[in-house]
């Protein structure tokens, strides 16, 4: 070759790299290269030159070692310079040539890199030039692929050059496809050679990507018997049973591997017939997760393959699943009955309603009545799969009811007083789902189970209800009674599917069923003594002595109510026994007093006119008035469970709370029209003597001491105060919503703690609409609200409530007048957050800095809920941060701060001071946006770890930062971090959590030792600890490397202070923790085997039911495990 010579010190790198060690040369060739490229780039040398120089070793066949080294540096040349003046010519030169070097094991890894890099950066210059008239069979990428299939055993080689054969191979099917169809069957063969044998994963999933290019994309090119063998090699692989390794750093997961595979085989419906019959031999085995990756790929598969396909293999599809599933042989009778839901939604695509498919009554059929059998007979794998069935089509809903119900029938006892067929109580919760599917289609403007097919129903599950007598009798069949006793929740659920089915049916065909269901609920006004008051006489007379919670109670008052709810006609007939029910201010002569408040609330919205209505002389008229008339009793009446009579008297025997909850359900979930709605509500508000007794509503809630009460209790009486504002025509809703901020108003000037409560509690429900309509109105409350926060020696219940008012207002506030309400806060709190002489003014000063840190903290929570106000929330973040550097005695509060912008969450049954307050979080639970969790995660949490690793590092420098500033911004950090996903804590946030948990791990320890703490103390302490705990069970469960590093640090937390500690929650954390460790990690325990049984001793005996169980489980998860290694 004619080209110059290279120059002296590119000659020595070059005669360097190719003669340095195979295996120990490594250095040596890092060191040579960049001579080599720098020379390339700066054309100093030419490629050309270079492939002259290396004539010699290139055709050395005495040297293996400079062969192969040398067609290495070729192709690091051509992948490192960047600037290669190469034409066609030159990349076709090279093409040839690395070709021909397949041929030579040694060459085969160099090769194989040149061709990946002149085909990735040069293809352009490969293509031939439009218009040409080159054979695609003359092409060199025809040429390089028959020399990778001829020339190269894949599986002989190593993972590097197995890895570039693949990449190889799958860049000229994706880049020059209409060149290499040429090559035909050699094509096919050539690449289910390829794929053969591989167990690398970072291999297989290239191998399963090229395998779908190859039947998708080059069909004509895979004969019958290599998409045989292709499928061999593909099914060689399942099940994936693959585990990453504990240090894994590719990331790779079965779960990557299955979808690689699934996509593989499902490329193409050629594999159908080979593919399904294998994989439901499969889903016979003995492993849950053989079974489940089977069908699921079978599922994935027939989607892919389409409706066609899928009703070819329909047959053997269902009868696996029945005969698995259906019978009861396999513990995946879950997976089946998706398996079967995703099948026969395929195989019924483009059948439409009303159509039915030849093929149906064929391969369906059958699987139908099979499995009606086995609801029959109680068979719990085939109710799932008939609903599965059922749930595919509306057709397939219709013929499964149908089929369902006429096996299930019992025919009635001759001479009994119930002469429609029955249905077996053991198939009503079977019964209930499909009915559930049936409503789903109806409510989507289909009927396809017919209204004659729904009163069948009614009927027969009215004769089921009718045999089950109130003694505990129930006719079966043709038998004689038996006193079986059947269970209150099958008789509940029996009650349930009446009302329904009454909705069903319509108010023309409901009346008897409901009949019966008022009967048993309320007594008579008109008597007839038929044998239905009887009986359901004696069910009035045995539920009056149930249990408030009895199901069946529980039911009947839920069916009554929804039926009266949303047909006028049963309501009409309900109303005579609701107000005889509650006849009488003082008595309550209902046997179910609970439901009252709603049964009478929906019979008056559903008997209320869309218009006032006057006494007319026509008879519709007088119809419609005498219906407004009982509508307005039934209101007043409801009225009475809510609000005090008039004449002073004790309030009827039911609970407050369901009574407001009842008023609120009836108005919100009304079927009526809506102007009917609005007449309603506003007829209830005055019987409810709205809005001049508003505070009324939430009178007592001062007294109210357990947390979890009370946040029910507020809850109920927001929600009807929201639904009346939003049903009330505008100028009521308005004078509704005026009075709430009124009264706020005039209680936080009386300054009286229990009038506040039962004002500020009404605040969010108010808004946003009052805050739309009035702001000024709304900020006129501001001052007050606040007080309640930062006032000394407030109730923790008004704490709460005014924090979320706050939120609430800030929430609602227009967005023009934000600027104007956090200048206000700015200028409430600013002084009292930067105050360093509030310790020397006493207890109110630092009371009024705690409540300025919460006030901050909800204002914030509720900008980063509204989104769009980055600018205030980075300021009023910085104010609070910034006092961990200043040394104010209100930088101590930041922790309570965070927790009211990140309430935690956590859990216990407390009685006991210090523990009920750790496991009290604030009435508000509403968390961040995942947004705004990241925007934390990013900004704030680094700087609250960096001041928590200054202050632990200068923890002695008491003149600079006081102990309770080191201790704030630590509290601070693992507060955001309990906040976090676990995902993100334990991954982007890895290593804040690292030394937080640790951190947090050694503050407990040296707070058990404090004994002279307050209750008050205590309490925050130990929610501390309790996230500090969370965090090592979150780390820990994520297989967090560093938790094992840490064990003697965390073992002896566990088993020491966790413990031993004075909250049951923190115990209960503790013991969790533990127990997550012995599971995972017995091994690394053995050391501290001592510890741990004295531990799970202590926590058996503990005297917090909780704490023991899981101490139980720790106890015997340590001697398995200890039985298991010996």
């Not at 709304?778 to 020696?793: D, H, K, N, Y």
């Amino acid at each position: 070759m004619n080209a110059p010579e290279l120059p002296e010190d590119v000659g020595r790198a070059v005669d360097k790299y190719v003669a340095a060690d195979v295996f120990n040369g490594q250095d040596e060739r890092d060191a040579a290269l960049p001579t080599i490229i720098v020379a390339l780039e700066q054309h100093a040398v030419q490629l050309l030159s270079l492939v002259v120089h290396l004539e010699g070793p290139l055709n050395d066949t005495g040297n293996a070692q400079g062969r192969r080294q040398a067609t290495m540096l070729l192709a690091e040349c051509l992948r490192s310079a960047s600037q290669l003046p190469l034409n066609f010519k030159h990349a076709q030169t090279f093409v040839t040539f690395f070709a021909s070097k397949l041929a030579d094991w040694q060459c085969v890894e160099g090769s194989l890199n040149g061709l990946l890099v002149l085909f990735e950066k040069h293809g352009p210059l490969l293509r031939p030039l439009e218009g040409s008239d080159d054979s695609p069979q003359n092409h060199v990428t025809v040429e390089v692929l028959r020399s990778i299939f001829t020339n190269v055993h894949t599986p002989s080689h190593t993972q590097p050059i197995r890895k570039a054969t693949i990449d190889c191979v799958r860049l000229l099917l994706q880049s020059w496809s209409g060149e290499v169809k040429s090559l035909g069957a050699t094509l096919g063969d050539g690449v289910s050679g390829i794929i053969e044998d591989e167990r690398d994963p970072r291999n297989l999933l290239l191998c399963f990507q090229i395998s779908k290019i190859l039947v998708e994309d080059f069909a004509e090119c895979v004969t019958d018997a290599t998409l045989k063998a292709t499928f061999e090699t593909l099914t060689s692989y399942f099940p994936i049973t693959f585990e990453p390794p504990k240090d894994d750093k590719w990331g790779i997961t079965a779960e990557h591997l299955r979808t690689g595979l699934n996509q593989a085989l499902a490329a193409s419906p050629r594999y159908a017939d080979l593919l399904l019959p294998l994989l439901m031999l499969n889903a016979q085995d003995d492993s849950e997760s053989t079974i489940t990756q089977a069908l699921d790929l079978a599922a994935f598969c027939l989607e892919q393959y389409g409706p066609d396909v899928a009703r070819r293999q329909l047959r053997v599809a269902l009868n696996t699943a029945r005969d698995e599933a259906g019978r009861g042989k396999t513990p995946s009778t879950g997976d089946f009955a998706t398996f079967v839901l995703r099948s026969l939604t395929v195989a019924m695509q483009n059948v439409p309603p009303g159509l039915t498919p030849h093929w149906l009554s064929r391969d369906v059929d059958g699987f139908i009545k099979a499995l009606a059998q086995g609801v029959a007979q109680a068979q719990v794998g085939a109710q799932l799969l008939l609903q599965a069935t059922a749930s595919a089509h509306p057709i397939l809903l219709e013929r499964s009811w149908s089929v369902a119900l006429g096996v299930l029938l019992i025919e009635p006892v001759e001479g009994g007083p119930v002469t429609d067929k029955t249905l077996p109580l053991e198939a009503l919760n079977f019964i209930s789902n499909l009915l559930k599917l049936v409503e789903e289609d109806i409510a989507s403007g289909r009927k396809s189970v017919a209204v004659r097919q729904l009163k069948a129903a009614l009927a027969n599950i009215l004769a089921t209800l009718r045999s089950c007598q109130s003694d505990g009798t129930y006719t079966r069949e043709k038998e004689e009674p038996l006193a079986c006793a059947p269970e209150p929740s099958k008789i509940g659920k029996c009650i349930e599917l009446l009302g329904r089915l009454c909705q069903l049916v319509g108010e023309a065909n409901s009346q008897d069923a409901f009949q019966a269901l008022h009967l048993m609920l309320l007594l008579p006004t008109a008597p007839t003594g038929n044998d239905v008051e009887a009986w359901a006489g004696q069910w009035r007379e045995t539920l009056s002595s149930a249990d408030i919670d009895d199901p069946r109670a529980v039911a009947l008052a839920t069916a009554v109510g929804d039926v009266i709810a949303r047909q006028p006609a049963r309501a009409s007939e309900a109303a005579p026994s609701l107000l005889a029910a509650t006849e009488g201010a003082r008595e309550v002569r209902s046997r179910l007093p609970r439901a009252l408040p709603r049964l009478l609330a929906c019979a008056a919205v559903s008997l209320t006119p869309n218009t006032e209505v006057t006494s007319g002389n026509d008879t519709a008229s007088a119809t419609s008035a005498q219906a407004q008339q009982t509508a307005g009793e039934l209101l007043e009446r409801a009225a009475t469970f809510v609000r005090p009579p008039r004449d002073g008297t004790a309030t009827p025997s039911v609970d407050n709370v369901e009574a407001i909850e009842g008023l609120a359900a009836a108005l919100e979930c009304s079927a009526v029209a809506p102007a009917a709605v609005a007449l309603a509500a506003s007829r209830l508000a005055r019987a409810l003597q709205l809005p001049q007794e508003l505070p009324q509503l939430s009178a007592g809630l001062e007294a109210e001491s357990n947390s979890s009460v009370l946040a029910v209790r507020v809850a109920a009486i927001r929600r009807l105060v929201r639904i009346l504002s939003n049903k009330l025509p505008a100028s009521e809703a308005a004078s509704l919503q005026k009075q709430v901020f009124d009264s706020v108003a005039q209680a936080c000037k009386e300054e009286v703690v229990a009038n506040v409560m039962t004002r500020i509690a009404l605040v969010p429900a108010a808004l946003p609409e009052a805050a739309e309509k009035n702001w000024e109105l709304c900020m006129e409350v501001l001052p007050g609200i606040c007080s309640c926060i930062t006032r000394e020696q407030q109730s923790q219940g008004l704490e709460g409530l005014a924090l979320e008012a706050l939120e609430a207002l800030v929430e609602a506030c227009p967005k023009a007048n934000v600027e104007g309400l956090l200048e206000r806060l700015r200028s409430m709190f600013g002084s009292m957050l930067a105050n360093k002489q509030v310790e020397e003014q006493g207890s109110p000063s630092l009371a009024a800095a705690r409540g300025a840190t919460c006030c901050w903290a909800a204002t914030v929570a509720a900008l980063l809920r509204r989104g769009g106000f980055a600018s205030p929330v980075a300021s009023f973040l910085e104010a609070l941060l910034s006092l961990l550097d200043s040394g104010a005695p209100a930088a101590r509060f930041i922790p309570q701060a965070f927790r009211v912008l990140l309430p935690p969450h956590f859990s216990g049954a407390n009685n006991d001071g210090a523990s009920a307050q750790a496991a009290a979080a604030p009435l508000s639970k509403t968390t961040l946006p995942p947004l705004a969790l990241q925007q934390l995660s990013l900004t704030t949490l680094p700087l609250l770890v960096d001041r928590a690793k200054t202050a632990a590092a200068d923890i002695t420098a008491a003149a600079s930062l006081p102990a309770a500033t080191n201790r704030a911004a630590l509290e601070s950090a693992v507060a955001l971090l309990s906040a976090l996903p676990t995902e993100v804590a334990c991954g982007d946030c890895g290593d804040s959590l690292r030394w937080c948990t640790l951190a947090g791990l050694a503050r407990l320890q040296e707070d058990n030792s404090n004994s002279t703490a307050s209750p008050a103390e205590t309490g925050e302490k130990a929610t501390f600890a309790v996230q500090v705990l969370q965090l090592l069970l979150r780390a820990a469960s994520r297989s967090a490397a560093w938790v094992e590093d840490e064990l003697h640090t965390v073992v002896a937390v566990l088993t020491g202070v966790g413990c031993k500690h004075i909250v049951p929650l923190v115990r209960l954390a503790s013991a969790q923790a533990l127990l997550f460790l012995v599971k995972s990690s017995h091994g690394h325990l053995v050391p501290f085997k001592k510890q741990i049984q004295a531990a799970t001793k202590r926590l058996v005996e503990d005297r917090r039911r909780e704490v023991r169980l899981v101490g139980v489980a720790c106890l015997n998860a340590w001697i398995v495990a200890s039985l298991v290694a010996e």
